[in-house]
Every structure is written in C-alpha cells, then in structure tokens.
C-alpha cells in the first residue's frame, strides 16, 4: 500500500520536506496543510522587498502552484489543525477534516512573542511574522510618518532599515544595552548600530518599552524612563516562541521546541519535525539547540526527507545567517560565545571586513560586512574544523584558501 505522508506547516522547512520527498523518489501521497492563505513563502523579503513595496508576494513563493501540482503534493491553505491521535495515526483539522497518515512531520514554525503592555490593541501597533502583516506595514510606511521599533534584533533593524528607506523618521527602543545581542559579536554589532545612527535612525538602548500611547489609534511608545516617543506606528520584534502546542498536546518529548534526534526524529518513531520549532541534535555543535533561520528549515526539511526515504541524513552542518540593511550585507557562519577569542581581518572604517571566533584554537565562527569572499572561505574552514592562530587570520596577505585541508 502506498505511504502517505502529512506535513503539518506552510512554511520553508514544511515545503522543503515535500519537494525533496518527492525529488527522492517519494511515490506516496503528500499533503501540506497551511494556517496561512498563501502557498508556502521565504520569510527573508518580508522585512525587506515585501515591505518595501519592491517584491509581490507571488515572488516570494518557495514553488508555484503548477510545480506542486505537477509533483502531485496537495496543498491545502487556509486549514488549522486542532489534534493528533498517534494511536489511530490521524491529523484533526477545525472544521471536521481528517487526515490519515504513515509518516507525519511538525514544521508548525513559531509564533510572535507578544508584548503585553497597555494599549496593544491600538490602531498602528504591528508585528511581523507572516506575509499580510508584511503588507499591512508596508502601507503604512509613507514618508515622514514617525516609527518606534521596539527590538534591536534582526528583523527590527531591517525594518528600520525599510523604513529609512520609504521616507520615516524612526527611533529604536531596545531593553539590552546594544543592538544585535542574541548573535552578532560586538565589533559586528557596534557596525551595525553606527550605520543606522548615520541614516538618522535614533536608539534608545538599555530602556524598555511599558505603555502604547492614543485613543484608539497609536500617538506615542512609553519607555520605562518616562520618556515618550512621538509615533505614528509601531513594530514590535521582540522573537517567537516554538508551536510546540500540538506535540506536546500528543504526548511527544519538548523543551523550548519539539525535541528530535539529528535525524528529526521525535519521540515517536512515525512523527517527525524540521524548522524554528525544533530543539534538535546537530552533530557539528555537539548539542541540542533550536535555530530560527532560513538555513535550519531548509536543511532539516531535506533531513525529514531523507528519513523517511530510509536514507539516514544525520544534521552535521554549521549554522548560517544573514541580514541586508542599507548597503550593508552581514553573512554569518557560526554561533559566538563569550569565551571565544575574536579576530579582525580587515578594516571596518573601509566598509569591508570580518571577526572570526577561535574555541580552543579552532575555527568556529565568522561574521562579515560586504566580504562575501571571506564568508565563502570561513564557512568551508569552520566545516573542517580548522586549527588556525590568530596572526594567520588577521593578516591580510595569508590566502584562506591555503589553510583548507
């Protein structure tokens, strides 16, 4: 009898497991069922392209509708589902729909992390996750229309960044003491901040945000220093919490995130997950840890597929990253800690240059500004897990690719 196959999440990781299913010589039936109205997209435009008004929303599909119907994966958009009986191997949907499955896999992503301070429900306070609230920003952007972003963090500095560009005087308020803290070391992150402040952007860094200001319609952002900022909107980044709701609901094993092995595995050996909502096992870090980006979803869904083809994929991949703001390209290999020891290659005053993070006298990580070159290198050397000193790196003259094994 033929397998079938129930993914449960519109988004990158979700697609990924179905197109590379099918591309593996997968022969059962799959069905994708999304919350969303839209067929699965990439996030990255939104805060970008999207918002800017540059990029339709049918460009930033992960495949067209013809692709999928022409690899025979049923989409069903618009669907929310409720339950999961493992026993019966059985997906509930709202409305009365079920679906049955051999093989079901979580790639429900993540939800917003809300702010919960007087006066959210006003007119002119945003989050952005999916692709209507992209739009539903991106109208409000015109010029000269005055933009508090709450959070310093990627998605809120490239909306700043958007919003700069449409015209609109923008301030940042941030609870942390610098920009980019959950990831970009701090020579990294000091570049960042110095490129916004030269495009008018203003930080309020180390305060945080307790009262949106207005009767029915947004007029100012409260700081926790009595401070108010004059706002005609606001976007509120602040992360997402895992959907973890539906596994934990079905008895399956979760931490911050549905746990799985490096296969994606969950604690059932019929379920599987991939994406933001993972606490997963990657054998490059030796550790669990849940990733919310472009890279993970993509390289677990593949994982996903290659499960459950019987093709055991373990995830040995170092994490990457990226941001665009301005003219400002950061790529990013790696993930820093405290203890590492950092070196600069390059000048940062020429707008072109990269940290690299050493553990133990190993390559772990790189971070770039405009050195798309040196990102290339990094990323191959921290994959072999290169033994390399400080003067080497440092010194512009050493070639990187000669210290490749």
């Known amino acids: 009898m033929s397998q079938r196959v129930i993914i449960i999440g519109g988004g990158q990781a979700g697609a990924q497991a179905a197109i590379s299913l099918r591309t593996g010589g997968f022969d059962g039936s799959i069905d994708l069922i999304a919350r969303e109205n839209w067929l699965p997209y990439q996030r990255p435009p939104l805060s970008k392209a999207v918002l800017q008004g540059d990029m339709e929303p049918e460009r930033t599909e992960v495949r067209s509708q013809d692709f999928y119907t022409g690899k025979e994966i049923s989409i069903h958009t618009g669907r929310t589902v409720t339950g999961i009986d493992r026993q019966q191997q059985l997906v509930h949907g709202e409305t009365g729909e079920t679906w049955a499955y051999d093989w079901l896999v979580l790639a429900t992503g993540g ?20 692709l209507d609230e992209s739009l539903a920003i991106g109208r409000e952007l015109t ?22 560009k449409l ?39 180390g305060r945080m945000a307790v009262r949106f200001l207005g009767d029915k319609q947004l ?83 593949k994982i996903v597929a290659a499960t459950i083809l019987g093709q055991e994929l373990p995830y040995d991949e170092p994490p990457w990253f990226w941001s665009d703001q301005y003219d400002v390209k950061l790529q990013m290999v790696g993930i820093p800690d405290d203890s590492d020891e950092l070196v ?26 405009n050195d798309a070159k040196c990102y290339v290198m990094g ?6 897990r290169v033994s390399v000193s400080r003067q080497l790196l440092e010194n512009p003259e050493t070639d990187l690719k000669s210290l490749l094994s």
Not at 112 to 124: E, H, N, T, V
Not at 243 to 253: F, H, K, N, R, V
């Open 379 to 384: 990323k191959k050397l921290i994959g072999q």
């Open 344 to 369: 600069t290659r390059g000048d940062p005053e020429s707008g072109s240059f990269a940290v690299f993070s050493i553990r133990d006298g190993v390559l772990t990580g790189v971070q770039c500004i």
């Open 111 to 130: 939800r917003l992390r809300q702010l919960k301070i007087p006066g959210s429900d006003l007119a002119g306070v945003h989050y952005l996750r999916g």
């Open 167 to 205: 015209g609109c005087k923008v301030q940042v308020a941030e609870t942390l003491p610098g920009v980019l803290s959950r990831g970009a070391v701090p020579q990294v992150a000091r570049y960042i901040q110095k490129k916004h402040e030269e495009q008018g952007v203003q930080f309020r860094l």
């Open 143 to 164: 010029e000269g229309r005055r933009v508090t972003v709450v959070g310093a963090g990627y998605i809120g500095l490239e909306v700043a960044a958007s919003a700069v």
């Open 219 to 301: 007029s100012g952002v409260e700081l926790d220093d009595g401070t108010v900022l004059d706002s005609d909107l606001a976007v509120v980044g602040i992360g997402i919490l895992p959907e973890q709701e539906l596994a934990e609901q079905c008895g399956l094993e979760v931490n911050d995130g549905v746990v799985v092995d490096e296969f994606c595995r969950t604690s059932d050996p019929h379920i599987l997950a991939a994406g933001d909502n993972t606490r997963h096992l990657n054998r490059f870090l030796g550790s669990r840890s849940r990733m919310e980006s472009v890279q993970n979803a993509v390289s677990q869904g």
